[in-house]
């Protein structure tokens, strides 16, 4: 399932290695995440649910659904889409008797449900306080969280205080774009990523990017990730932190594990949240079956591991990002039967839709997924005609051959960490989601915290690009760093984003921008 | 804008076609299929003779094929793969689209051709290819054909 070739990446793989998955011996590669590695080798279920015991697959590739939660090397719940495979690695399942594939478990949930059918529980012990307890403390325990530890990691632990200007949380186009324009007028930056790279969701978009000659249009995302680490890596000023997730901020100080070992304070006098957004679901029947992948975890597999998801895939989605995903799968080889879309009209780009049309694929408007099917993964969906009240129309209803099928159905912001600082948020969904309030300048609520990119609003590379260099240069210049040429390019880059938002597929976000608007005193 | 309940243009709805002696001349001529309002700009920015109008980033791209010196310029960077070049020569019709898979194409092979709906119409050779590394893999590739199907044929594959 690895692709040796490809139009347009190169697969370098690192050493050959030997990981253990519930004893059995599997071949990875090192620099592959532990979940890649074992879709290489034809695992597909990875955990199993606590009620059911329904067998699970991963979804997200980028750590934030759960799905893929195993033990590793005796640490229980470990998203094994975020760590890296070692020599000799043990990795075992967990929730699930003698293991996820082969659950005898799952045969009493089909006695237990028909006792407590689905959502009971929340009615059936509410009587007496005693007794929900109770019921709540076995019901925890059969839910199955792993095993603790049982005996401390063999490794080194330190711990590491820095000082300084501005501290930037999330490696990805906004978050380096920020870095870039803080650091070039002279500000200390502190830029901190979770993953072993930079580059965000950048990594994978091997398509040429939108947008204007100027900001790069034309250029692969992938290319334009390369390019854009190169430009930060000139500043000395900046700190580059690799592997190092932020789990809090404490007023202005940011706390992070680097490389899970070491301890992270950061203090700093301006922080920019850049951590990008999260990838949303959609609710159908089997929309848990292992096969059911979002858009961004398919792209995760196929560029940046190499390794293909199946062999025919159902696209849910015609945005932007559904229609890219359809023609990079079929770059790698892949099938694509069909790509579904509730709305009377494809949502992206119309060049994008042509791309895969005219290579065959089908786009049906006004059409859902109903349901897939399957045992223990994905075997076909069932996709139906929707009347003007989204209702399915009887008897629409077509079979689609599949093996696996790819939700691309929009992002949230990954807002938590506006939460630690209590900034002002606000619901709106032109964009994603719970947002901040910002000013002109993406400062938040908070006095020098800021925003940039998708963790501010879903829109585009391009836009994130643009609002870290807003917020980079306004961090810079409030700390005094910069003088007029920088207030002069503050104002070149706030106009050259309002151009940029500009056309009907910018109304949107600027309608959504409106509603948060905050009204404090800007200081330039 | 039927075409986005479809994902393709019917006659209807397609640029003006090329006048028929610049179709007919030395040099290919840019044919450009991008209709829609999008914030995007590289055809119009790479173009060095002023051929392609565009008021703002928004703003639909249009030709003027009085001005375009076949180039390819344009035809390189477009993200949409929404530019083709076309000409006639000795009766015969060329096409010159961006390739993106693999294998790779190369001069003389056999191709089959597709129109917009992804129906084979036919089938084409290959006359010239663009190495896939000298335009950061996007391979530009010509394909000869029956003339009558310039105005058709918008996607091939290797036999
Ligand atoms: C399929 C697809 C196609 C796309 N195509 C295009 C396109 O053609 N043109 C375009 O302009 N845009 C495109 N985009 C959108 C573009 O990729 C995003 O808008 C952009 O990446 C957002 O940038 P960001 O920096 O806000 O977030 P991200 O790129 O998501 O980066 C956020 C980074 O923060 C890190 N992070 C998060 N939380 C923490 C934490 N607590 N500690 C440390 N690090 C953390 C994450 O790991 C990540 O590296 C596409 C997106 C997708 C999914
Ligand atoms: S082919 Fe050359 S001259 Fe013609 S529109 Fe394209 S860039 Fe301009
Ligand atoms: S570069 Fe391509 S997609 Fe962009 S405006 Fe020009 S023709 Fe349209
Ligand atoms: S957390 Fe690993 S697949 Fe989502």
Redesign the interface.
């Known amino acids: 399932m690895r692709l040796e ?4 990446v190169d697969f370098e793989r690192g050493k050959e290695v030997t990981i253990y998955f519930n004893g059995k011996p599997i071949k990875a590669y090192e620099g592959e995440t532990v979940a890649a590695a074992l879709y290489a080798a034809g695992v597909r279920v990875f955990s199993r649910s606590f009620r059911f015991h329904r067998p699970r697959g991963f979804f997200c590739a980028i750590g934030k659904c759960s799905q893929c939660m195993m033990e590793v090397d005796g640490v229980p719940n470990i998203r094994t889409c975020k760590v890296y495979v070692r020599d000799g690695m043990q990795i075992r399942t967990q929730n699930s008797k003698p293991d996820a594939e082969n659950d005898a478990l799952a045969i009493f949930d089909k006695i237990i449900d028909t006792v407590f059918p689905h959502g009971s529980h929340y009615k059936k012990f509410n009587k007496s306080r005693k007794v929900r307890e109770f019921a709540t403390k076995q019901m925890r325990k059969l839910a199955g969280f792993g095993n603790p530890p049982k005996s401390i990691p063999d490794i080194e632990t330190s711990y590491e205080e820095i000082e300084t200007d501005v501290a930037i949380i999330g490696g990805g186009p906004a978050g380096l774009s920020a870095a870039i324009h803080a650091a070039k007028y002279g500000a200390k930056v502190v830029l901190m990523d979770e993953n072993n790279y930079l580059g965000g969701q950048l990594i994978k978009q091997t ?8 900001h790069r ?4 995302g992938i ?1 334009i990730a390369q390019i854009l680490e190169e430009e930060l890596r000139q500043y000395e000023n900046v700190d580059i932190r690799k592997e190092t997730k932020v789990f809090g901020i404490y007023g202005k100080d940011v706390a992070a594990v680097q490389k899970d070992s070491k301890l992270l304070r950061v203090k700093a006098k301006k922080i920019v949240i850049a951590t990008g957004a999260y990838e949303r679901t959609l609710i159908f029947e089997n929309n848990d079956l292992p096969g059911v992948y979002g858009a961004g975890g398919v792209q995760t597999l196929m560029n940046v591991y190499g390794i293909k998801p199946g062999n025919k895939g159902l696209i849910v989605g015609s945005g932007n990002v559904g229609l890219i995903l359809t023609y990079q799968l ?2 790698a ?1 892949v099938d694509v039967a069909a790509i579904v879309e509730a709305m ?3 949502g992206g ?13 089908p ?1 049906y ?1 006004r059409h859902t997924i109903v349901k897939a099917f399957g045992e223990k993964k994905v075997e076909g969906a069932v996709i139906a005609q929707l009347d003007d009240r989204w209702q399915v129309i009887p008897g629409s209803e077509k079979e689609i051959e599949c093996d696996f099928i790819c939700v691309a159905v929009g992002l949230s912001p990954a807002h938590e960490l506006l939460y630690h600082v209590n900034a002002q948020m606000k619901f709106v969904p032109e964009l994603g989601g719970l947002v901040p309030l910002r000013t002109r300048y993406n400062e938040t609520s908070v006095d020098g915290v800021y925003v940039a990119g998708d963790v501010a609003g879903i829109e585009e590379a ?1 836009a994130a690009i643009m609002e870290g260099r807003i917020a980079g240069i306004h961090a810079a210049i409030t700390l005094g760093y910069g003088g007029d040429e920088a207030k002069k390019e503050l104002e070149e880059a706030v106009k050259d984003l309002e ?8 109304e949107r976000i600027v309608c959504g921008l409106e509603k948060c608007v905050l009204e404090k005193e800007v200081m330039i | 804008m039927k075409y986005l309940e479809r994902g393709y243009l019917e006659a209807d709805e397609l640029p003006p076609f090329p006048p028929e002696e610049r179709i007919n001349s030395k040099k290919p001529v840019a044919y450009i299929e991008c209709p829609q309002s999008i914030p995007c700009s590289p055809c119009y920015e790479s173009c060095r003779f002023n051929a392609i109008e565009m008021e703002n980033i928004n703003d639909p791209p249009k030709v003027d094929y009085e001005k375009c010196t076949g180039c390819m310029a344009c035809i390189r960077v477009c993200p949409g793969l929404a530019i083709f070049m076309l000409q006639v020569k000795e009766g015969r019709g060329y096409v010159t689209l961006q390739y993106e898979f693999l294998p790779w194409l190369e001069k003389g092979d056999r191709v089959r051709l597709y129109n917009r709906r992804g129906e084979e119409v036919g089938e084409g050779v290959v006359t010239w290819a663009l190495k896939p590394e000298r335009n950061d893999r996007t391979q530009l590739v010509t394909i000869e054909m029956d003339k009558d199907l310039i105005f058709e044929v918008r996607a091939v594959r290797k036999r």
């Open positions: 070739s490809h139009p347009i398509h040429r990017f939108f947008g204007s000659a100027r249009a034309g250029t692969r290319r079929m770059q080889g009377p009209r494809i780009y119309f060049v994008h839709a042509a791309k895969v049309r005219r290579l065959g694929v786009i408007t391009t151009d940029f938002r500009a056309g009907p597929f910018g």
